[in-house]
């Protein structure tokens, strides 16, 4: 019996999601494949399904640029619920600790800078991090304790913008792997009041910020697929850009080294070469050669 046909279509680009909450980022990116009807899809950064905002989704030769957004600079809006801390960290979880003690501003104030620059982060239990092959969630579910380490992460800047007596909303930029239910449990403990979050937007990933974003709504029932969708060289917005010419995207398509001349070729670093305002392909300049890590197969 001969297999069924697909008859999805190739789709290449970036749409810019601005994910819901309630729904889990694979299940985002599931709707979205549908709605555009593309072999290919996959995204840049899970979203917890507590959270919404931006869910960078990358289709077809798009999906090759997602480590390059993966790792750049995120930014959140978050509020933090003051006297519980969760088994989760936020307002899905349950509850472990509990204080009648709720902090002032100012100690909010003057503790936020012992979060700021390179800090050591132990992952929340309720985690997507591989221990032994298994994600740290899924072992916590089943009732085991995670022996998770802490690691270096980068905050750029935390910022208190609001306050009452039982919640605080904060705003942060980071690099990546920080975790903001992390952040919202360690401010809580040395607050000695407790917390876990209750509210979170991310609004930057990358090259891809919050007003950038499309609902599913306006890409599903208000016929906005089209104006949605970005071009892949969207993904490498935050690379250089070495534009060259036929014969030389040639050669990098088949895999070959080009020496990269001229007054503003690069001399080192990762960049990724374009014609005809086409991405061609991207990889590492060692003494002047740009070597092609990937190669993209786009009309030129």
Known sequence: MSKKRSDRVVVDGWVALDKPVGLTSTQAVSRLKRIYNAQKAGHAGTLDPLASGILPVAFGEATKTVPF?????????FTVLWGVETDTDDSDGRATR?????????????????????????????????IAGERAYDIAREGELVDLKPRAVKIRSL???????????????????????????????????????TALRRTRVGPFL??????????????????????????????????VD????????????VILRGRDAPHEGVVYAACGGVPVAFGEIVQGALAPARVFNLPF
């Open 210 to 243: 919050e007003e950038d974003a499309y609902t599913l709504d306006e890409i599903e029932n208000q016929n906005m697929a089209a104006e949605a969708l970005l071009s892949v060289e969207a993904g490498l917005a935050e690379l250089p850009c070495v534009v």
């Open 246 to 257: 036929r014969d030389t995207a040639a050669r990098l398509r088949r895999g070959g080294s």
């Open 98 to 130: 509990e204080s009648a003690a709720r902090p002032e501003r100012a100690a909010i104030e003057a503790l936020l800078p012992q979060f700021v620059g390179e800090i050591m982060q132990t992952p929340p239990q309720f985690s997507a991090i591989k």
């Open 159 to 197: 910022t208190l913008i609001d306050a009452s007596r039982d919640d605080a909303t904060f705003v942060m930029e980071c690099g990546k792997g920080a975790y903001v239910r992390a952040l919202a449990r360690d401010l809580g403990r040395i607050l000695g009041c407790f917390g876990h979050v």
């Open 69 to 77: 957004v993966q790792d750049g600079e995120k930014a959140y809006r």
